[in-house]
């Protein structure tokens, strides 16, 4: 399922991505509240977007990934996705990625949006969560401005480079305000 939004295209990964995610992935300030972290080839990486390139193929779709791209330029800027639920708790995951040159011109927080869209509108999804490392300022405004609300916290949860990281929890409820 191919998304629109004014100024995005969200096509549906396939393995032809591959090459595109494996260099968003690479990028450290990408990967710097994640749990990823750097893959150390592109077979790592191969096996990260396996889940989402196979699932293509199922008639009970569990994971979503899309390529972010520009619709004026055609440009892959970067990756999005959401996960599943089981069919009685309606809920989604959503995570996106931009690379770093086009952060700050409200590119995720128009992903996010047609994420949450998408998941009330097309799945009837009754919850759209997402969670956050605290230190991650950028994600939280993004989350904020896409009309999620802060929830919790879960105390060291994320393993990053070594350490345990705080972790907000946010989510939208189907009834709630969408921006
Ligand atoms: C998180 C990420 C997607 C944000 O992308 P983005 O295109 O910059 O997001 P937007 O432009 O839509 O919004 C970012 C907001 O954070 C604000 N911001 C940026 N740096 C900030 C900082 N250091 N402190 C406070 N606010 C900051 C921006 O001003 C903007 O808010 P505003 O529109 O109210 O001014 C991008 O930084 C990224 O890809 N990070 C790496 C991957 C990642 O962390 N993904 C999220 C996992 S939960």
Redesign the pocket.
Known sequence: MNLKSERLKLKEVTWNDLGNIHSLHSIW??E???TIGIPDNIGVTKEIIRPVVEDLQSKKRKFYGWSIILKKENTFI?MAGMTLSNDKFKMGEI????LPE????????ETAKTLIHFGFDFLELHRVE???ATE????V??LE?AGMTREGIRRKILPIRGKWVDNYHYAIVEDDPCP
Do not use: H, M, P
């Open positions: 300030e990408v710097e509240f994640n970067g995570y996106y990625k931009l086009y952060w700050g011109k409200g590119y995720a927080t997402a969670g956050v991650n300022i950028r994600s405004k993004v401005k």
